[in-house]
């Protein structure tokens, strides 16, 4: 399944009051979205035809997070559904996740682009290929090991693979604190040592069967619940499993 329908199929099933997209482009991805969102790129030429109410700031995302009040423009709520597909390499993917997690529901789901390389020279740090991922990646490992609260998944898309991420703690702080040590032991220089087993794609979740699980279904059901995040490992554990635990890479 192509990552646009499967994003498709996401908006639906999370149902989002507001939406962030780190890395617009044309607005490919920004045309699926049905609710109030807002769109940081530094670079956008909208050539799609948007749906909804889009606020577009023609910014880095570290410049854009930097601003005091950066949920302001959706009404100060904090965000239900958040894709990150914007600067390809590891520090700006880490950045751009934490600043996502701090302005999600704790109920919200975050969407990582290109965790699935299909070859060493696509995750290159210098671009040497069309297709380019670069080197997000290491963002499996790095929240697999400093995060194991959050749910994950790897999803098998076209070109190059989704992550979804689930049961959020935007008041965590564990990330930014580990900062300069997770950039000193995760970002390695090229050539990139992509794991074979994610080049192979060998723990990732089929898109079908994410989406006949229910298990996104679960998110908007636990926005009014006490203890949302236990609400939806539990969700997940019931209706994915263990055995379907991915990210082992
Ligand atoms: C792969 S494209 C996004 C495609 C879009 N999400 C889609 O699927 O239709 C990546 C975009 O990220 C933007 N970008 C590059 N550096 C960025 C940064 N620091 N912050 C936000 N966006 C950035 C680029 O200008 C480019 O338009």
Redesign the pocket.
């Known amino acids: 399944m192509n990552y646009?329908r499967f994003l498709e199929q996401l908006h639906a099933r999370v149902r989002p009051e507001r939406y962030l997209?780190?890395?617009?482009?044309?607005?490919?991805?920004?045309s699926v979205s049905r609710c109030p969102s807002l769109g940081?790129?530094?670079?956008?030429e909208i050539s799609r035809e948007l749906h909804t109410e889009v606020q577009l700031f023609r910014t880095?995302?570290?410049e854009y997070f930097a601003r005091p009040e950066p949920l302001t423009p959706v009404g100060g709520e904090p965000f239900d559904l958040a894709?990150i597909?914007?600067?390809h390499l590891f520090e700006?993917a880490l950045r751009d996740f934490i600043n996502a997690e701090r302005h999600s529901r704790p109920t919200g789901l975050i969407v990582f682009?290109d965790v699935l390389p299909r070859k060493a020279a696509e995750a290159s740090r210098v671009r040497e290929t069309k297709d380019w991922t670069g080197d997000v990646y290491p963002m499996l490992a790095v929240l697999r090991d400093y995060r194991p609260d959050i749910v994950m998944m790897t999803v098998d898309t076209q070109p190059t693979g989704l992550l979804l991420l689930m049961a959020l703690d935007p008041s965590s702080t564990v990330l930014s604190d580990h900062y300069d040590e997770i950039i000193a032991g995760y970002r390695k220089p090229d050539p990139q040592p992509v794991p074979q087993d994610l080049m192979d794609r060998t723990w990732v979740q089929q898109p079908q069967r994410v989406l006949a699980s229910g298990v996104l279904d679960v998110l908007p059901d636990a926005r009014g619940h006490d203890d949302p995040a236990q609400t939806i490992r539990d969700a997940v554990a019931a209706r994915i499993g263990p055995a379907l635990d991915l990210t082992k890479s």
């Not at 940081?40 to 956008?44: G, L, Q």
């Open positions: 646009l997209e780190i890395g617009v482009r044309w607005g490919d991805s920004l940081i790129d530094p670079a956008f880095t995302s570290d894709f597909d914007g600067m700006f682009d």
